[in-house]
């Protein structure tokens, strides 16, 4: 018998706190169990009928070969189109690398610039994989706490406190997974004037970057923080936009040092991404962009269904967002309630809720922010009632 170990590396990190709600949901469902699932983070619609045409005619032409491992020029100037247009910054194919999703590029990222005794400062709630990522590269991730009443976004002066000598890299998402808030261009303004004044990497992930709602003006560092612009990396994709997720299609836009380094981390992990998918996202940031539109106006009356449908539930705040597609509660008053059954933390109500009330959602301790829940509108209005009726007659239980 073989005993298993495995790397120290390894060991330092943890699986994503999503995948595992999503095999839990898997798992029930396979039961026959009735579900309703708002725990999901990609869009539940099809990608626009031309992207799915592009992909179906680069099979029949023949893309069936590796490309060079940055991504096919043609992609690559696209990216740099693209991101001129929304960003009125520019950038040329070398300062690209496309890789298997925005995760992906974070992952090269983390392999190029993280070493052993390095702080990467995320504030939190936060997507898990920063930390992870960090982690894994034997860096100390620096989770700095954003409260409620700063709309869950980072202060100035916490930021600052959180930067030491050994900082070597911030990691920013605007708007945010968990929590669907988005820096204005004052509060940029306001962190690059901190960041100005450190050797750090700045990593901006701006995936959910096109979905915003009531207005709200989307900026970037790249346009507002020239000054950073030596150390400063723009991550982004079509999973979200488009709604490619299975594509697999992300990308960094990065001072050309840093992209090509990280080209040559993904020269001996994946070598270039699927070439169909390429074809695909060419097709995407091309063609008419009247769909990412209308997923966004679908999304925004999503958003402010849930919103009223969970102002009634008891036990729940939540905040409003101004993008991606997400809703972050603070349970704390539902925790308290729910005590007499046992529950204890938001990882205890998340899992109460998934096997009584048979809806799954993510608990905000998988975001470093424990006492919330999250919320992903990527599912039906019909769903989301389903989701709030629920949620309401388990927790008018107590
Ligand atoms: C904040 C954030 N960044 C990046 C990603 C990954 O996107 P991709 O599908 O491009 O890897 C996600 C997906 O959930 C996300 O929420």
Redesign the pocket.
Known sequence: MVTQSWSARFERMSESA?AAVFRRVAELRAQGVDLVSLSV??PDFDPPPHVSAAAKAAIDAGASRYTEVAGLRALREAICEDSLCRRGVEHSPDQVLVS???????FNLAQVLYDHGDEVVVPVP??V?YAEQAKLCGARPVLVPCAREDGYLVRPESLQAALSARTRAVVL?TP???TGAAYDAEQLRALAAVLEDSQAYVIV?E??ATLTYDGFEQRSLLSLAPALRERLIV??????RFAM?GY???WMLAPREVARACEAIQSQATTSIAAVSQHAAIAALTGPQEPVGAMGEIFRTRRDRLLAGLGGVPGLSVSRPQG?FYLFADVGAAIERAAAVGVRDDVGLATWLLEQARVALVPGTAFGAPGHLRFSYAASEQELDRAVERLGEALARF
């Open positions: 999503t983070g990609e298997a999703g925005a995760k992906h590029s974070l936060a997507w994989t998402c945010s997974n968990p992930d995936i959910y991550v982004d994709g079509v999973s979200k997720t697999r299609v992300g991606a």
